[in-house]
């Protein structure tokens, strides 16, 4: 990647944290409420809402910069030439970390936490038979539909470019009604909230990247507390698109920013997460199952005093992260090192056979 990208990469590296981060909160502190008091239950909860306060600011920059960089892949390249790099390989992840995520989440759950239920029709890692995990997975009911989202976000604006702004109106529109009229599948939901934000970076991308380079907050001052106190009020009657593109905005602005008056690295933190989101993406979740049901355990039986069990209430979903990532960049050098990085991408002779076809 040229340096000059090196500040996007990190706004990736961002977004996979805070995707870790999310899914930490959600698999740890909820348990907890019932079975805590006092301070304890009230870092809880603090964790909770934080969480659903953070959402805004999470997937709808993730699809903006997942879009704004395969926007040649719309415009210009052919389909027979996109099959490989922006199809099949984000299947064939899909698909071999879907199976991967059912075996090992099932069976940490038969490990750490036999006696806890699990609904097998809300995840596909928990499903409970085959046609239960096709189904949840043909309704992106998986922890894997970010992936699941870009193979058929590419499809749509690749085949409907032609219909730019009839077909992005349609989808702001959509995602204002679904906060009204959610649909029954939670993937499926996330899945079609997000796609404007994605269709806004693969169609519009390159037109707001340099509207947001030539914007000075300091020559709008009123523009910027008006747009701020507007998305606040409407994200607090349940309509948070507006929140969100103006949470794109500002994080590309800031980034870019700090690019300028200190380059970005290629050896820093979000950098390195953000050049390996796929592997700390598809492992993560994982990792998260086995992390929260051990420490629960351990503080269900007893075995933590009143300080190390506030300490870890208060740093959980971070040191969740230090192990997710540290794990997830693992595994991936391991994957490259003993298979040809089989477990991220196709098998050559399969991509050959792919392309040839």
């Known amino acids: 990647m040229k340096n000059k990208q090196l500040w996007i990469n990190h706004i990736k590296g961002l977004c996979i944290c805070l995707v870790v981060i999310y899914h930490s909160v959600i698999t740890f502190y909820p348990h907890l409420v019932q079975s805590q008091s006092g301070l304890p239950e009230y870092i809880a909860k603090s964790w909770i809402y934080l969480n659903l306060y953070l959402a805004p600011f999470r997937m709808p920059v993730f699809f903006f910069i997942s879009g704004y960089l395969i926007t040649r892949y719309i415009d210009v390249v052919k389909w027979r030439d996109c099959i490989d790099k922006r199809l099949w390989n984000i299947f064939y992840v899909l698909l071999l970390w879907g199976v991967l995520q059912w075996f090992g989440i099932t069976l940490i759950n038969a490990w750490l936490a036999p006696e806890l239920v699990r609904n097998p029709t809300s995840n596909a890692a928990y499903s409970e038979n085959l046609l239960q995990f096709a189904t949840s997975m043909a309704k992106a009911s998986t922890s894997l539909w970010y992936l699941y989202a870009l193979v058929l976000y590419f499809l749509v604006f690749k085949s409907l470019r032609q219909y730019k702004v009839p077909v992005i109106v349609m989808l702001l529109a959509l995602n204002v009604a679904i906060s009204f009229m959610p649909l029954p599948w939670w993937g499926m939901n996330s899945v079609v909230r997000n796609m404007c934000y994605y269709g806004l970076g693969a169609w519009f991308g390159p037109q707001l990247m ?9 020559q709008r001052p009123l523009f910027c507390v008006a747009a701020a106190l507007v998305s606040t009020a409407l994200y607090l009657v349940n309509v948070p698109l507006v929140i969100s593109v103006l949470s794109i905005f500002v994080i590309m602005k800031l980034f870019y920013l700090l ?10 933190f979000l950098n390195i997460v953000g050049s390996n989101t796929i592997a700390i993406y598809t492992t993560h979740r994982i990792v998260i199952e086995a992390l929260s049901l051990f420490t629960l355990a351990q503080i269900n039986a007893g075995h933590l005093s009143d300080n190390l069990l506030l300490a870890i209430l208060l740093v959980y979903p971070f040191f969740s992260l230090a192990i997710c990532t540290l794990l997830g960049l693992g595994f991936r050098k391991l994957s490259r090192i003993l298979c040809g990085d089989l477990f991220f991408s196709p098998p050559k002779k399969m991509v050959t056979a792919t392309d040839a076809g």
Request: hydrophobic residues 25%; glycine residues 0%.
């Open 210 to 218: 340099n509207a947001m380079k030539a914007f000075s907050p300091r």
């Open 259 to 268: 690019d300028n008056r200190r380059e970005s690295r290629s050896d820093a």
